[in-house]
């Protein structure tokens, strides 16, 4: 019971804050090491037993579709040359779940893109992954909600502590009763200054959302930034006691903010096995240098 088969990634956003690698192409295909951005998120997802996929996309995102589709002449290329383990590689990609794509024509915030895929979800309990946030850990990130959600059968939003002077860029929920591993959520907020923050817990880019949300993501008005903001749809869940918070232990790697872009990229790849010695060893012989 309370099994979490579907996911919804909104994959629409425009990537100002990743310009110009990102003028003509989705910064969700950007790699960390070889691997798109896009492809951790959905990796994480299966891993956490997630079966369907819906992404929200938009104008300009045609290469995550094919990414996840089948490559025709790259396979009977690859073929021909015998190159096995990429012909792997690349065909791994199309089986990992299930794909449907729905459109947001007009960039009106996140809960108007949730909203874009209602109909894909039905009266489902589902997860959201947001694409910049990616978490580094063997266990699922998402799986911290899921054991939430099966225990509280409430909506859940993962969280971590940010610094004070961060709490404006998050949505922020009521600060923990000491001890507990999952909360009730008794306020959020989006993107609250930090005087009125109420306290430095920020939602994180994964959420465990059951049909209830619906009701209250087609009442909302235009909120922070003129925007349909998700936050607002879960402030009314959890005015109604249905919120619940997770705190999710790995390390999490905001991939929209250049910093963390590059941090990503030399802490995973200082993990592979076929690059992390000798680019550790390049690392050091730079440092030396510098220092
Ligand atoms: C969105 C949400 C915000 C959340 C954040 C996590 O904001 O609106 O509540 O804390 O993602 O990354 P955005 O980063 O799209 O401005």
């Known amino acids: 019971m309370n099994t979490i088969r579907k996911a919804l990634i909104p994959v629409a956003g425009l990537g100002t804050r990743f310009l110009p690698a990102t003028k003509a192409q ?15 998120v959905v990796e ?3 891993r956490a037993g997630i079966q369907s996929l819906t992404l929200v996309t938009g104008r300009g995102k045609q290469a995550i579709e094919n990414h996840f589709d089948v490559a025709f002449e790259l396979e009977d290329v690859l073929r021909r040359r015998e190159q096995k383990r990429d012909l ?6 199309t ?20 909203l874009c895929a209602e109909h894909t979800l039905g009266q489902e309990t589902f997860a959201l992954l947001l694409g910049d946030d990616v978490f580094d850990d063997e266990d699922p990130a998402l799986s911290a909600l899921i054991a939430i959600h099966r225990a509280t059968g409430k909506s859940v939003v993962g969280v971590q502590q940010v610094p004070a002077a961060h709490v404006s860029r998050y949505g922020i929920v009521n600060a923990p009763l000491q001890g507990d591993q999952g909360w009730n ?13 109420p306290s430095s817990w920020a939602v994180v880019g994964r959420y465990i959302l059951t049909p209830e949300v619906w009701g209250h993501l087609h009442q909302i008005q235009p909120g922070v930034g003129g925007e349909y903001q998700l936050t607002d749809a879960l402030a009314r869940l959890a005015q109604d006691g249905r919120l619940a918070a997770a ?9 929209g903010n250049k910093l963390d872009y590059l941090k990503a990229n030399v802490e995973f790849a200082l993990r592979r096995p076929d690059l992390g010695h000798d680019f550790l060893t390049y690392l050091k012989d730079l440092l ?3 220092a």
């Open 44 to 46: 994480e997802a299966i």
């Open 88 to 93: 792997e590689l690349v065909q791994t990609i």
């Open 185 to 197: 959520v008794s306020a959020i907020v989006e993107k609250p200054h930090p005087e009125a923050a």
């Open 288 to 290: 030396a240098e510098k």
């Open 26 to 40: 989705p910064k969700e295909m950007l790699p960390l090491v070889d691997k798109p951005v896009i492809q951790h």
């Open 95 to 114: 089986h990992l779940a299930q794909f449907a794509y729905v459109r947001q024509g007009e960039p009106l915030g996140l809960g108007h893109a949730v």
């Open 247 to 255: 705190a999710i232990p790995a390390r999490r790697y905001d991939t």
